[in-house]
T-cell receptor, first 113, second 117 residues
């Protein structure tokens, strides 16, 4: 049971490049989400999904796309990277039932030059 | 709108002493959950403790306890007998709709705790 995994751990992009951050969980959790962490701001929700085929926007969705074709995977796409997207990105998952906390992946540190 | 405030950017505590990390929140939803996470320098997010808004007793998990004062809208984390390994960033978080399957969790800005030997 690997929990929540994220790849890559580190990534450097040039402005305008696109890429996909991968997230997978093997706990059969319905709910998955992406957060970004910037210094002094805690974690902010980018997008989330309540099940395969269902996604919705969080607090800071601009510049990011998501899809959820399977229960296990929830990739985050940066369409045209900008320096403002330099951050640490966390993926999290939890079961659908009430009163359950989230399980976080180890994070991806992204730098956009 | 829901909001989490952590007013202590940094805290120092002597090893083996207790420390309280402050967290206040704002919500109009009577059903919510409050969480604390620890983030060591390695970067991972570690869940510590949670409290539901209808829970009558304060939550405890080992050396961690959550001092829940509903009327004051505060959910302070108390760490007893601090250890050097407790040095980390601590985040308070809240999720509305806790008992009804609400999804969105918001986080405070965090408090960095330094434990001195």
């Amino acid at each position: 049971n690997a929990g929540v995994t994220q790849t890559p751990k580190f990534q450097v992009l040039k402005t305008g490049q696109s890429m996909t951050l991968q997230c997978a969980q093997d706990m059969n959790h319905e709910y998955m989400s992406w957060y970004r962490q910037d210094p002094g701001m805690g974690l902010r929700l980018i997008h989330y999904s309540v099940g395969a085929g269902i996604t919705d926007q969080g607090e800071v969705p601009n510049g990011y796309n998501v899809s959820r074709s399977t229960t296990e995977d929830f990739p985050l796409r940066l369409l045209s990277a900008a320096p403002s997207q330099t951050s640490v990105y966390f993926c999290a998952s939890r079961p659908q039932g009430a009163s359950d906390t989230q399980y976080f992946g180890p994070g991806t540190r992204l730098t956009v030059l | 709108a829901q909001k989490i405030t952590q007013t202590q950017p940094g805290m120092f505590v002597q090893e083996k002493e207790a420390v309280t990390l402050d967290c206040t929140y704002d919500t109009s939803d009577p059903s919510y959950g409050l969480f604390w996470y620890k983030q060591p320098s390695s970067g991972e997010m570690i869940f510590l403790i949670y409290q539901g808004s209808y829970d009558q007793q304060n939550a405890t998990e080992g050396r961690y306890s959550l001092n829940f004062q509903k009327a004051r809208k505060s959910a302070n984390l108390v760490i007893s007998a601090s250890q050097l390994g407790d040095s980390a960033m601590y985040f308070c978080a809240m999720r509305e709709g806790w008992y009804t399957g609400g999804f969105k969790t918001i986080f405070g800005a965090g408090t960095r705790l330094f434990v001195k030997a």
